[in-house]
Nanobody
Framework: VQLQASGGGLVQAGGSLRLSCAASGRTFSSYTVGWFRQAPGKEREFVAAINWSGVSTGYTDSVKGRFTISRDNAKNTVYLKMNSLKPEDTAVYYC????????????????WGQGTQVTVSS
C-alpha cells in the first residue's frame, strides 16, 4: 500500500483544513488508517484513526470535537477534517495504514505517507 497525504497549508487560528490520504492498492479497504503529527522538536503523536469499515474511530483528547476522520473506500481515500484550528496544531501530518484495529502507537501501522505541513498562525 502506498499512501499520499495532501491538503496541508497555512491557516489562521480558528480556521479549517481538510487533509486527504490517498492510497494505492486493492486491499486498502481492509486497513485501519491513522493520522499522526509531528511538531518541530517533538515526537510523532497519534491524532485520529478509523477502522476498515469506517464504523469505529478514535481521537486524541486534544482534537476531540474539532477534528473528524472519515473514509471513502470507493475512492481509496481517508480524510481528516480539522476545524477550530489552534497554533498548537501546527505540525507535519502523516497518514498511516495497518492491519490492526484502532491503535494509537506508531508500531501499529505498517505503511506511511510522506506527510503534509499544517501551519496555524495566531
Amino acid at each position: 500500500v502506498q499512501l499520499q497525504a495532501s491538503g496541508g497549508g497555512l491557516v489562521q487560528a480558528g480556521g479549517s483544513l481538510r487533509l486527504s490520504c490517498a492510497a494505492s492498492g486493492r486491499t486498502f479497504s481492509s486497513y485501519t488508517v491513522g493520522w499522526f503529527r509531528q511538531a518541530p522538536g517533538k515526537e510523532r503523536e497519534f491524532v485520529a484513526a478509523i477502522n476498515w469499515s469506517g464504523v469505529s474511530t478514535g481521537y486524541t483528547d486534544s482534537v476531540k470535537g474539532r477534528f473528524t476522520i472519515s473514509r471513502d473506500n470507493a475512492k481509496n481515500t481517508v480524510y481528516l477534517k480539522m476545524n477550530s484550528l489552534k497554533p498548537e496544531d501546527t505540525a507535519v501530518y502523516y497518514c498511516a495504514a495497518g492491519m490492526k484495529s484502532i491503535v494509537v502507537v506508531i508500531t501499529g501501522y505498517t505503511y506511511w505517507g510522506q506527510g503534509t505541513q499544517v501551519t496555524v498562525s495566531s
